[in-house]
């Protein structure tokens, strides 16, 4: 382990790398040495929550044109949330969200944020 990781675990003075509307809050950076002895620095895995956990605020009917940055702005009031609408439906792939107009889309609230009973 690296000292400076070391010394800031064991005083608990770690410092989130990306800020709490980011996807990647909370997720714990880690370094792997290569043969050669090169240092690659890597965020460890992110584990995308079970959309059915998490709350429903409303539904989005799929119309030509949409964008998922354009959603993220209009639900969630910051387009760089679009991750959120991705995580609350699935996507492997973004944008196939808005290739098929119809398609309905979960906007979620953030994960552990509940519902209003019965909204959902």
Known sequence: MD???AFLQANALVTPLYPATSRYHGI???QLRLADGTHVAYLRRRFIPPPE???LQQE???VTGDRL???AAQY???PLQYWRICDANRAVRPAELTETP???LRIT???GIPGVGGAD
């Open 109 to 111: 609230l953030p994960e």
């Open 53 to 55: 956990g998490l709350a």
């Open 60 to 62: 989005h009917q799929v």
């Open 3 to 5: 000292p400076i990781e």
């Open 76 to 78: 969630l009031g910051d």
């Open 28 to 30: 714990a950076a880690a």
């Open 102 to 104: 119809g398609r309905r």
């Open 69 to 71: 940055d354009n959603l």
